[in-house]
């Protein structure tokens, strides 16, 4: 009598642990399909570097996922702003970094999708690594199932960095999808993937000049073949004989 009662509780209680086990596996189940049924992917639960940036003209696997066109280079800019000035092409999907003596750092961005395209000057007035998300009341007005509020980390849309523009609610930020970078697909803020948002960011100072041009006021190379140089690190630069930016 003894040993079937013993074995009867065994058994009870490798039940119980089954029946616990499944349900922490239904929970996890629930829990990432809430997240994607919101349209982000959901946060991993893992610690993720505060203060890590990327040695520019490293390669990473989300660069190369991008068109050659829309990778960070070099070009020649003709340009009368001045060096350490952020220009928006907007119609190009271009954003250019002046570095003076007619160069300039282009990156791939991604810009406001159809009746979100702004132009104008502002200045940075503040830089946050991985910032935190709350989304504004006109965008939940449109989009209300959009949360109210999300911590920064690698599943937040802002990515690993956002400069904040003016008082306005426009950013220039990272993103948690890279496939959007060339696109027109946002409110109104400027994307870079996260490797070139964490290059921008090491660069750009609170204070910093940005000049937004209108979609139809995109930078244009002129009809002679763009000149092709050599850089130090073997990518090429292209020289863009253009009239003055702004």
């Known amino acids: 009598m003894t040993r079937l009662i013993s074995g009867h509780r065994s058994s009870s209680w490798?039940?119980?642990?089954?029946?616990?086990?499944?349900?922490?596996?239904?929970?996890?189940?629930?829990?990432?399909?809430?997240?994607?049924?919101?349209?982000?992917?959901?946060?991993?639960?893992?610690?993720?570097?505060?203060?890590?940036?990327?040695?520019?003209?490293?390669?990473?696997?989300?660069?190369?996922?991008?068109?050659?066109?829309?990778?960070?280079?070099i070009v020649t800019l003709d340009t009368r702003e001045a060096p350490g000035t952020i220009i928006i092409d907007t119609g190009n999907t271009y954003l250019y970094y002046?570095?003076?003596?007619?160069?300039?750092l282009r990156y791939g961005v991604g810009v406001g999708r159809e009746g979100f395209t702004w132009a104008g000057v502002q200045t940075v007035t503040r830089k946050a690594e991985w910032p935190?998300?709350?989304?504004?009341?006109?965008?939940?007005?449109?989009?209300?199932?959009?949360?109210?509020?999300?911590?920064?980390?690698?599943?937040?849309?802002l990515g690993a960095r956002a400069m904040y523009l003016g008082s306005s609610e426009y950013r220039i930020h990272g993103t948690n999808d890279p496939t959007t970078i060339g696109k027109f697909?946002?409110?109104?803020?400027?994307?870079?993937?996260?490797?070139?948002?964490?290059?921008?960011?090491?660069?750009?100072?609170?204070?910093?000049?940005?000049?937004?041009?209108?979609?139809?006021?995109?930078?244009?190379?002129?009809?002679?073949?763009?000149r092709v140089t050599s850089l130090p690190s073997g990518r090429q630069a292209m020289s863009l004989p253009v009239a003055a930016v702004y």
């Not at 596996?25 to 982000?40: D, E, I, N, P, R």
């Open 98 to 104: 002046v570095l003076g003596g007619g160069r300039a």
């Open 14 to 73: 490798r039940g119980a642990t089954l029946i616990a086990g499944a349900a922490a596996f239904l929970l996890a189940g629930v829990t990432v399909a809430q997240a994607q049924s919101l349209g982000y992917a959901p946060v991993e639960q893992q610690a993720f570097p505060p203060n890590d940036t990327v040695a520019p003209g490293t390669e990473s696997d989300e660069d190369s996922l991008l068109p050659d066109r829309l990778r960070r280079t």
């Open 185 to 226: 697909v946002s409110s109104g803020c400027i994307r870079l993937t996260n490797e070139d948002v964490s290059d921008l960011f090491s660069r750009v100072q609170v204070g910093t000049k940005v000049v937004v041009l209108p979609k139809a006021a995109s930078v244009q190379a002129r009809a002679s073949a763009p």
């Open 132 to 157: 935190d998300w709350h989304p504004p009341a006109q965008m939940i007005a449109r989009q209300p199932y959009l949360p109210r509020f999300m911590a920064g980390g690698p599943g937040n849309p």
